[in-house]
């Protein structure tokens, strides 16, 4: 099993910035894809990013594109989401995800390839 926490939530204006951080344990971290969801009542669990097992590939949902920076670093177990020019409409309980057996790829942006979630994090965007 894979143990997930994340951290680094909070409130920010419109165009701030924010660093959320997901540590994990249980399980050789470089064994793991790992992702970024958010989740909000309207629009229900929704992809944010993804990156592979190496940390050399990643995916981002349309609507982050240019905006936020997934990244890990396999020595501190950890995979980070960097979100820069937030909007409004960013606001949502963010959680970190981590699959040991998908294949890196299309899949890797469905929630039903992950078998490990975190706690969540909120993050509120204020116009």
């Known amino acids: 099993q894979v143990q997930l926490v994340e951290s680094g939530g909070g409130l920010v204006q419109t165009g701030g910035s924010l660093r959320l951080s997901c540590a994990a344990s249980?399980?050789?971290?470089?064994?793991?894809?790992m992702g970024w969801f958010r989740q909000t009542p309207g629009k229900g669990r929704e992809f944010v990013a993804s990156i592979n097992r190496s940390g050399t590939a990643t995916d981002y949902q349309d609507s982050v594109k240019g905006r936020f920076i997934i990244s890990r670093d396999n020595a501190k177990n950890t995979v980070s989401l960097q979100m820069n020019s937030l909007k409004p409409e960013d606001t949502a309980v963010y959680y970190c995800?981590?699959?040991?057996?998908?294949?890196?790829?299309?899949?890797?942006?469905?929630?039903?390839?992950?078998?490990?979630w975190g706690q969540g994090t909120q993050v509120t965007v204020s116009s």
């Open positions: 995800a981590a699959s040991l057996t998908v294949a890196y790829g299309s899949r890797a942006a469905r929630p039903q390839s992950y078998g490990n």
């Open positions: 249980g399980r050789t971290f470089s064994s793991l894809v």
